[in-house]
Structures are given as structure tokens and as C-alpha cells.
């Protein structure tokens, strides 16, 4: 079965400094990976995700992940953040074709003026 | 278009007594997810439907636990008899889904609290 691990349960950073929320996979089979992002007291919306074709992929609010196959990692990354973008932030995956998407612990991105 | 639909949004009920989560999930949407989410084991998926059949229930916690999606725009999730141990915020998500990899849209939550 497919399992994901966030790295980081908490990622302080000032506002405008470049951020990166960790994210490592484990599955013996292809995966489709995503990016949820959830405001307090609020649903989880997507960011972004990865399906196949380029490793590099662009999402909504300035974010971007990279999936690395060898390393099994799907990281994402802001060049500059705002106060804005303090939120949780949750990796998910399913197998190639699958339905059951299931998610990472949650990492908290707190920015900070 | 209206997102997903969940109520109520707050529930606070009393050990033992019956609470019943509803969903409307996207029109044309095919799949249907329960979430249950808690600071302690994070987001949990419970069961989910696909056409209104259920496809994998073995998130459900125990028996107390039943979902059913009578049809394509309506879901409920009952709890009976309720615990302390289930107060926790439930998502409802849908999506569609072909061959896989459907973008989940969430509901806002309803938030129980069991005293």
C-alpha cells in the first residue's frame, strides 16, 4: 500500500524568504502525487499535482513541487512567501489509476512579518 | 457552481446519542469520500463511493460507524451510538474520476464534538 511521510511538522519562515515543505513516498507501483493546502476552519483545497510528463510542476498562489522518481520525493516550494500562505499543508498520493487518496500528517506554515 | 455541501457545520451531542453527518457533493461528480480528520491521527479516509456503491469501507472505526448514498447528490454518515473518542472535524469530497487521479473538492467540515 501507498503511505506518505511530511518530514516537517512545522516550518517557521519570515515573510518573503523562500520555503520548502518536505515530502517522501513509498510505493512499489506508480503514483499520481498532490499538494492540498487547508486554511483554518476551512476544507482542503488543491495546489497542485503530478500525474506524469514534466517533473517540475506549477501550481495555484506561486507554489511548485518537483517529483523525483529516484528519491521518491514530491517537495514543494515557494520562492517568496506571504502572510497569507500560513496554512497547513498536506501531501497526498494514489497509485496510478487508483481512487484512494491518502495524506501526509500535515505540515504548518507559519510566516512571520 | 456550488462546492460540496456539508451539514450541519457544528454539531456538540452526548455520549450515546445518535448523530447523523449529510453531504451534497458536487452535481456530476461520480466518486464520494468521508474524511475524518483529528489532531491526533491526522486525515483518515473512512469510506468512499464510486456511482453510489461503496468501494472500500475499511477506514470505517467499527460497527457504530454506517455511511449510505441512497443517490448521485446526497450522502449521510451515521454514528450510533456516538463516543467521546469520535469528536473530530468529518470531510465529505468529491470528485470525478475516469481513469484515477481526480482532483478531490472538499467540503467546508462538520465539526462534532461528543461531551
Known amino acids: 500500500a501507498q503511505s506518505v511521510t511530511q518530514l516537517d511538522s512545522q516550518v517557521p519562515v519570515f515573510e518573503e524568504a523562500p520555503v520548502e515543505l518536505r515530502c517522501n513516498y513509498s510505493s512499489s507501483v506508480s503514483v499520481y502525487l498532490f499538494w492540498y493546502v487547508q486554511y483554518p476552519n476551512q476544507g482542503l483545497q488543491l495546489l497542485l499535482k503530478y500525474l506524469s510528463g514534466s517533473t517540475l510542476v506549477k501550481g495555484i498562489n506561486g507554489f511548485e513541487a518537483e517529483f523525483n522518481k529516484s528519491q521518491t520525493s514530491f517537495h514543494l516550494r515557494k520562492p517568496s512567501v506571504h502572510i497569507s500562505d500560513t496554512a497547513e499543508y498536506f501531501c497526498?498520493?494514489?497509485?496510478?489509476?487508483?481512487?484512494?487518496?491518502?495524506f501526509g500528517a500535515g505540515t504548518i506554515l507559519r510566516v512571520k512579518s | 457552481d456550488a462546492g460540496v455541501i456539508q451539514s450541519p457545520r457544528h454539531e456538540v451531542t452526548e455520549m450515546g446519542q445518535e448523530v447523523t453527518l449529510r453531504c451534497k457533493p458536487i452535481s456530476g461528480h461520480n466518486s464520494l469520500f468521508w474524511y475524518r480528520q483529528t489532531m491526533m491521527r491526522g486525515l483518515e479516509l473512512l469510506i468512499y463511493f464510486n456511482n453510489n456503491v461503496p468501494i472500500d469501507d475499511s477506514g470505517m472505526p467499527e460497527d457504530r460507524f454506517s455511511a449510505k448514498m441512497p443517490n448521485a447528490s446526497f450522502s449521510t454518515l451515521k454514528i450510533q451510538p456516538s463516543e467521546p473518542r469520535d469528536s473530530a472535524v468529518y470531510f465529505c469530497?468529491?470528485?470525478?474520476?475516469?481513469?484515477?487521479?481526480?482532483?478531490?473538492?472538499f467540503g467546508e467540515g462538520s465539526r462534532l464534538t461528543v461531551l
Open positions: 469530497a468529491s470528485s470525478f474520476t475516469d481513469a484515477g487521479a481526480g482532483e478531490l473538492f
Open positions: 497526498a498520493v494514489t497509485l496510478e489509476y487508483g481512487n484512494k487518496l491518502v
